[in-house]
């Protein structure tokens, strides 16, 4: 949520800005502004809606100039309006400012600056650090840049909360001065040839430079065209790492497809080949996880696994859960990300908390990473995002490595990070010594044969298209799963929601009987997903349940099932797939149901109304 984006160099700025903003609109946002330097005054432009009314302003009244910041905004306090729409100025006019993340204490520094006479024109929690920087700058002054920077790191130092801010001084035309504080989203200064930028995520950048500075908690960046500059909040220089960015931009167009989701759902085998390569070792029977430097000691000594993540990344999480257990006989629990840290939960050197996250940037999941490594914990992150805050925070991480996901719905990173919760369970267990060779070899070679079977699953897609033209127009669904199946059940629900917002709930088959069994009828479709597994006859049963009660039963079955068409008013019969890698593959017509139904039904299937991809405010 909330994107930024901010130039300086000799190139006009706004066309860079607003194309760099097009790129981070999967983010989630709700209205979208822009602020040019031109002279020693700022032109500014804002809207609400979508990015394509800013542009529509900009193309009617024209801004130019040589530096500027844009930002797109998912409104936290105040509602979706123009005058809550970023850059906010400051009553001087000296000061332009963009922001993420929320000002936990601004209620008392907004009375505070309003009892010394400022005037607020708007009602988000932002405008009172820009007043905060006129505050102090008219105490300092505002002739040098040394003077404002003074004066900028003064006004972020009072504020409470996570924030990446970036502050354009209007009469100072050559200067930018970003900050981050906490886990508000990133803040990336990109770096050019006698130009250099500023975003909160890569894709707004990556068309022009690929060589990052990651900023992190308590750093302050000073952007000119002729170089930047790294300090501490306290003002200590700071030697950072510069990073290069491989993943190519390319791979983020829609190419064929009609939307960026459906084309995600479409590159899961190819998602699951990249996040297998270079990790299964056929031949010995191993995996090989390079970059979570786990070793055999460290393997044994743990006694727990906390996985912690948020909505998608939790129900990877369940499905994890049997997999690390099963194969390492370790003792796991998944953990909202939001709620973890709030009941003082025992940690100790012998857990490892897990942190799933696609963007590596969600702050309630960065949260519980930072409560557990000051609690003495190990932490490990499964995340997409290159340099991310999760991926730099861990003391291990496995990478995703399927490339840009910019629907909101997330789908290639969901089935991607099961099957990475796959591989470190295999890891481990074969550490632990719980995993006996044959039993290692079965589960690498049933990995070896995923991404065929999820090939032949994607070509069932004309047959889910036609069953969501049948289903489209119900209000309620009920999903039902068992075992590792029940997690892919939740998940269904949830990308239905997402997408169509159409109301579904997600249970454990058993459930059923304990409660939501009292809201079927014809008019509640049933998704049940029955394999031919070891509950598979339990699952029948719920059927039979179902049924009996004039529900409408939708199968998801394991091709050569005689029995389930008498049982199941529509049956998706899908490939035979090993037991424990079935969750992934019944996930892709979980999603391509939802999908269709939300074409059907019309809706923004990439950018679904209230959604945010990065989560970067609590």
């Not at 070509?459 to 669904?477: E, N, S, V």
């Not at 009920?478 to 892919?488: F, H, S």
Request: with cysteine.
């Amino acid at each position: 949520m909330c994107g930024i984006v901010g130039y300086v160099g000799p190139r006009d700025a706004a066309p860079i800005i607003l194309d760099g903003l097009a790129r981070l609109e999967y983010r989630g946002y709700d209205s979208a502004g822009i602020a040019v330097q031109n002279g020693g005054g700022v032109q500014i432009r804002r809207d609400v809606g979508k990015l394509g009314n800013l542009r529509a302003k900009v193309a009617a009244q024209p801004i130019d100039g040589h530096i500027g910041i844009g930002h797109t905004r998912w409104a936290t306090h105040g509602v979706p309006a123009e005058r809550n729409a970023h850059p906010h100025i400051s009553q001087d006019g000296l000061f332009v400012l963009v922001h993420n993340g929320i000002v936990e204490n601004y209620l008392p520094l907004r009375d505070e600056l309003t009892a010394e006479g400022v005037r607020f024109s708007s009602e988000t929690d932002t405008e009172v650090i820009v007043h905060l920087i006129e505050k102090y700058a008219r105490r300092i002054g505002t002739d040098t840049d040394q003077q404002v920077i003074e004066a900028a790191r003064a006004a972020v130092s009072r504020l409470t909360g996570a924030h990446a801010i970036v502050v354009l001084p209007t009469h100072l035309p050559h200067l930018l001065i970003a900050t981050r504080i906490g886990n508000a989203g990133g803040v990336i200064v990109g770096l050019g040839e006698g130009e250099h930028y500023i975003a909160s995520d890569i894709p707004a950048i990556l068309e022009h430079t690929r060589d990052m500075i990651y900023l992190e908690h308590r750093q302050m960046a000073v952007v000119r065209a002729d170089g930047v500059g790294i300090q501490t909040l306290e003002g200590a220089l700071i030697k950072a790492k510069v990073h290069h960015v491989a993943f190519d931009a390319v791979s983020a167009a829609k190419g064929e497809f009609k939307h960026f989701m459906q084309k995600e759902i479409f590159e899961q085998a190819k998602g699951i080949t990249d996040t297998l390569a270079g990790r299964i070792d056929r031949d010995h029977a191993r995996v090989h996880l390079h970059d979570l430097n786990l070793t055999d000691e460290r393997a044994r000594a743990l006694r727990r696994i906390v996985s912690v993540a948020c909505g998608t990344s939790y129900y990877s999480a369940l499905v994890g859960k049997f997999y690390l257990e099963q194969f390492a006989r370790v003792a796991v629990e998944v953990e909202y990300g939001s709620e973890y840290r709030y009941r003082d939960p025992m940690l100790d050197a012998e857990t490892a908390v897990l942190a799933i996250t696609q963007s590596g940037e969600t702050v309630d999941t960065l949260a519980a990473m930072e409560y557990a490594r000051s609690h003495g914990a190990a932490v490990w992150s499964i995340v997409n995002a290159v340099g991310s805050q999760a991926m730099r925070l861990a003391d291990g991480f496995i990478g995703m490595n399927v490339g840009p996901e910019i629907g909101v719905a997330s789908t290639k990173t969901f089935t991607a990070s099961i099957v990475d919760q796959y591989l470190l369970a295999v890891a481990l267990g074969t550490a632990r010594g719980t995993l006996t060779e044959e039993r290692r070899r079965c589960l690498v070679e049933d990995l070896a044969k995923l991404p065929d079977i999820l090939r032949r699953t994607l070509a069932l897609d004309p047959l889910i298209q036609a069953l969501a033209g049948k289903l489209h127009a119900y209000t309620d669904f009920l999903y039902l799963g068992r075992g590792a199946q029940y997690p892919i059940a939740l998940e269904g629900a949830l990308k239905l929601k997402e997408i169509s917002y159409i109301h579904a709930e997600g249970y454990p088959a058993g459930e059923m009987k304990h409660g939501p069994i009292a809201l079927i009828d014809e008019t509640m479709p049933v998704v049940a997903i029955a394999l031919k597994d070891a509950l598979y006859e339990k699952m029948i049963s719920q059927i039979e349940q179902v049924k009996a009660r004039g529900g409408r039963v939708i199968a998801l079955a394991t091709e050569g099932d005689p029995y389930i068409a008498g049982k199941a008013d529509d049956v998706l019969y899908l490939p035979d797939c090993p037991d424990m890698l079935a969750p992934v593959m019944v996930s892709l017509p979980m999603q391509l149901l939802a999908y269709h139904i939300a074409v059907w039904r019309g809706t923004d299937v990439d950018q679904p109304r209230n959604l945010a991809k990065s989560v970067t405010v609590e």
